[in-house]
């Protein structure tokens, strides 16, 4: 043990984040100052500039059309949501929605992409595939770190740690959907002579549109689950309330206001679920 | 030979083709080695190692050896062999699907090695389409969006290619089904989905490999027939994969034979029918005339008879009635065959109240056995008076009607010439 001292890796790591802070810092302060702002013109100018009653009423209408008709669906979403609003949540119901759209849309707009190239390449996909492995298990937490580094506190750095947890799971699937079209159908597509971006949208994007949108589904569900942690470093919403109740040690408060990320976390899958069709299919 | 060689005679060639009609496909030494170090076992090619000693030695497996052939413009070209013996993988070749190990395609006299990818895709979109064996069609697409898929990569606008699309699915009959999804269609329809999307682009040669292979022999023979029937007004040059002699039999004007990747004979279908090249090609015709073509078991259908145990002159009259037969086999609880009686005979016998079969019998049955050769059933029937028997160990196995040996000689005609001749 003695022979090889101590690694300071920590400082290494150390050292890369304060160069990167400081290099970047204006980009970071862009990103902190003007998208911070524009999350916060979404959360509490549109969204919460609707009427409560509006709101529920359009998710309401808009989960029976996307359950297919059927009531299940439109019920929970319309009685959870007045049970959110009941319980004076409304706020900060719209402030985590905020949140996980974000950090969704981001995810995807990344993750696709990244699940296109490493479907493309034998070398990417080895390459990404312990990378995302990593992304995964490294607790959560830890994101919150650099996050504080690069953007300090508010609801971007929340966005920012929920993107590096929920984004592999569309590059995944993304890369397996497109891996999983059936060879016969990629020669069929060479053979009148696609090019490979017209392979790539007119056969294999939409023949994996099952695929990914499973994995944009678990994308959304793990953003969801983000949202506790990241109102540690000062994202607003739910997840800010089931902290208070911790440091007050009131069990009441905590539970209802977990109660509503539930809540929201059933809505979002189902409606992300009812989604996904694929043509063609019977 | 080097490539300077090879550019020489092939200039010459091509000056040749302005005078003369090229052949539109002409495959010259072309092998496929899979695995590693590929390039390196084509040295045991040159050696005349076989496909097995290749494997041992190398682990590489020869897709496809050393095949030669031309194709000429208009012909259906057959490419047959067993499961394995390198049909897909020469196909494949012909639209470098596949890059080969070594050797040539030329498409109207174009190397195919040579053209970059924007050409290659225009050869793949202007001379050559291509039908599969499981039928390659886009699930989610529509059967016009599929039938349309070629000519939509060619970048024509929306109109014209639905135009264009519409018309080939009225050509294979599926004019109605324009917005259905593959999925909703049975085999035989989602094949001529296929065949529908690779006419739309009016290429000049049709490759399918073993197109009607996973269909139903009724509707095999049926696309066989239509396809024919195509090819009698679009004159297409069409490259035939199957694995069934009886298939490139129909449908071939030539047939190349294929074993372990090496064509083994190249002819019409006569010519493999009366010269076998070799001990290989023998077996595999004799195999079809025996069993496939020309055999009782395959055109006899199911008997009617009368147990003579059970039955007398009444219920035997009332059996003919129904079925409007002028004669019947009797036959015993175990179905042995005794005879066969005819209608004046049983109503007769019928009128006078006999209760016994026996007496009214015929016994001069015309009898064959199962494996008779059809040939020796036709010069049977000629004078029969009633269907044939096909009888093994005294039981009845089924009759053959005159109808089937003409209907199952006109199916097989070109079989039939080619061992008369
Ligand atoms: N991608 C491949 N990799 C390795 N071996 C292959 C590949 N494709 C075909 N083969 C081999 O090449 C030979 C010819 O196959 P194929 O052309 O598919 O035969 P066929 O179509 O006549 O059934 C077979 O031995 C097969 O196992
Ligand atoms: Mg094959």
Do not use: C
């Not at chain 1, 929920?162 to 069929?188: C, D, M």
């Amino acid at each position: 043990m003695e022979l090889i001292p101590k690694l300071p890796v920590a400082d290494w790591i150390d050292a890369a984040t304060d160069w990167t802070t400081e290099t970047f810092e204006f980009l970071f302060d862009f990103i902190k100052n003007d998208f911070g702002d524009f999350i916060e013109i979404v959360a509490e100018d549109w969204l919460m500039g609707i009427p409560i009653w509006l709101f529920i009423i359009v998710v309401g209408v808009l989960a029976f059309f996307v359950s297919g008709k059927k009531l299940g669906l439109t019920a929970f979403s319309v009685i959870g949501l007045w049970f959110i609003a009941n319980q004076e949540l409304w706020e900060e119901l719209m402030n985590t929605f905020t949140l996980v759209i974000f950090a969704s849309l981001i995810s995807v707009i990344i993750g696709v992409p990244f699940g296109i190239w490493m479907a493309k390449s034998k070398v990417v996909e080895k390459i990404l595939t312990p990378i995302l492995d990593f992304m995964q298990t490294m607790p959560a937490f830890v994101y919150l770190i650099p996050a504080v580094a690069f953007f300090s506190i508010g609801m971007v750095p929340g966005v920012f740690a929920s993107v590096i947890f929920a984004t592999p799971p569309t590059v995944r699937f993304t890369n397996l959907g497109i891996r999983q079209v059936s060879h016969e159908l990629i020669e069929a597509s060479d053979s009148f002579g696609t090019t490979g971006t017209q392979k790539l949208f007119k056969v294999q994007l939409p023949m994996a549109k099952k695929t990914i949108m499973a994995g944009i589904n678990q994308t959304v569900m793990l953003a969801l689950s983000m949202v506790v942690i990241a109102s540690m470093i000062g994202a607003k919403g739910l997840g800010q309330t089931v902290i208070t109740g911790l440091q007050r040690a009131e069990v009441g408060t905590g539970f209802v206001a977990g109660l509503g990320i539930v809540i929201l976390a059933i809505i979002i899958d189902r409606f992300t679920q009812n989604l996904n069709t694929q043509r063609g299919e019977q | 030979m080097s490539t300077e060689i090879k550019t020489i005679k092939r200039t010459i060639i091509m000056r040749k083709e302005e005078v003369t009609d090229v052949p539109i496909i002409q495959v010259e030494n072309l092998s496929k080695i899979f695995g590693k170090n590929a390039k390196k076992a084509t040295k045991y090619l040159d050696e005349g190692l076989s496909k097995e000693e290749i494997l041992e030695k190398t682990g590489n497996t020869v897709g496809v050896n050393r095949a030669s052939f031309d194709v000429e413009a208009g012909e259906i070209f057959v490419i047959m062999g067993l499961s394995g013996s390198g049909k897909s993988t020469l196909v494949r070749l012909i639209n470098r699907l596949i890059d080969p190990t070594e050797g040539s395609v030329y498409i109207d006299g174009e190397d195919l090695a040579q053209m970059d990818g924007k050409n290659l895709r225009n050869v793949r979109r202007e001379k050559l389409s291509m039908v599969f064996q499981r039928f390659g069609l886009f699930p989610h697409r529509t059967v016009l969006e599929n039938a349309e898929f070629g000519l939509e990569v060619q970048g024509i606008d929306k109109n014209e290619r639905q135009e264009k699309a519409k018309k080939s699915l009225e050509m294979v009959g599926l004019g109605g089904y324009i917005h259905q999804f593959p999925g909703q269609l049975s085999g035989g329809m989602q094949q001529r989905v296929g065949l529908a999307r690779a006419l739309a682009n009016d290429p000049e040669v049709l490759l399918m490999d073993e197109a009607f292979s996973a269909l139903d022999p009724l509707i095999r023979k049926e696309m066989q027939d239509e396809l024919l029937e195509l090819q009698e007004s679009m004159k297409k040059t069409i490259l035939f994969i199957t694995h069934d002699l009886d298939e490139a039999l129909r449908i071939g004007d030539r047939i190349a034979l294929m074993k372990d990747g090496r064509i083994v004979q190249i002819g019409t279908p006569e010519e493999i029918l009366v010269n076998p090249a070799n001990d290989y090609v023998e077996k595999f015709v004799e195999d079809v005339d025996r069993s496939k073509v020309l055999n009782a078991e395959h055109i006899m259908k199911r008997p009617e008879t009368v147990n003579i145990e059970k039955h007398g002159p009444r219920a035997a009259l009332e059996r003919m009635r129904k079925e409007g037969l002028s004669s019947i086999y009797v036959t015993d609880t175990k179905r042995n065959l005794h005879g066969y009686v005819v209608a004046e005979d049983v109503s007769d016998a019928a009128k006078q109240e006999k209760k016994d079969l026996k007496e009214i019998l015929k016994t001069d049955v015309p009898k064959v056995n199962t494996q008779t050769p059809m040939q020796e059933i036709f010069d049977l029937i000629h004078d029969a008076p009633v269907p044939v028997a096909v009888v093994e160990d005294g039981k009845l196995k089924g009759i053959i009607v005159r109808g089937a040996v003409i209907a199952a000689l006109a199916g097989s005609e070109v079989n039939l010439n080619g061992i008369d001749s």
